[in-house]
Nanobody, 118 residues
Framework: QVQLVESGGGLVQAGESLRLSCAASGRTASTLSMGWFRQAPGKEREFVATITWSSGTTYYADSVKGRFAISRDNAKNTVYLQMNSLKPEDTAVYFC???????????WGQGTQVTVSS
């Protein structure tokens, strides 16, 4: 079993920054990648960013490229999402995800709210 615990959400003004964290505990040796999705009110959940656990290769949605940066700390089994130059359209619940071997599917965190005021 693997558990994901997110933190770092909050309310900020447009142009400010936030850093989200997601710590994985349990059977983390099976981790292949971790990342973030988000879901705004009335919209479908969408991909934000992901990072491979072994090589650190990163992938971003076009909407966040150049503003968000995903990173990992393998020793702490933690993934981070540094969000800069935030916009009101970044307002959403952000979900941490983990893909790994033998887990029976993608794991999701409980979500953390990010609200950006204009």
């Amino acid at each position: 079993q693997v558990q994901l615990v997110e933190s770092g959400g909050g309310l900020v003004q447009a142009g400010e920054s936030l850093r989200l964290s997601c710590a994985a505990s349990g059977r983390t040796a099976s981790t292949l990648s971790m990342g973030w999705f988000r879901q705004a009110p009335g919209k479908e959940r969408e991909f934000v960013a992901t990072i491979t656990w072994s090589s650190g290769t990163t992938y971003y949605a076009d909407s966040v490229k150049g503003r968000f940066a995903i990173s990992r700390d393998n020793a702490k089994n933690t993934v981070y999402l540094q969000m800069n130059s935030l916009k009101p359209e970044d307002t959403a619940v952000y979900f941490c995800i983990l893909d790994g071997r033998g887990l029976g599917g993608r794991l999701w965190g409980q979500g953390t709210q990010v609200t950006v005021s204009s």
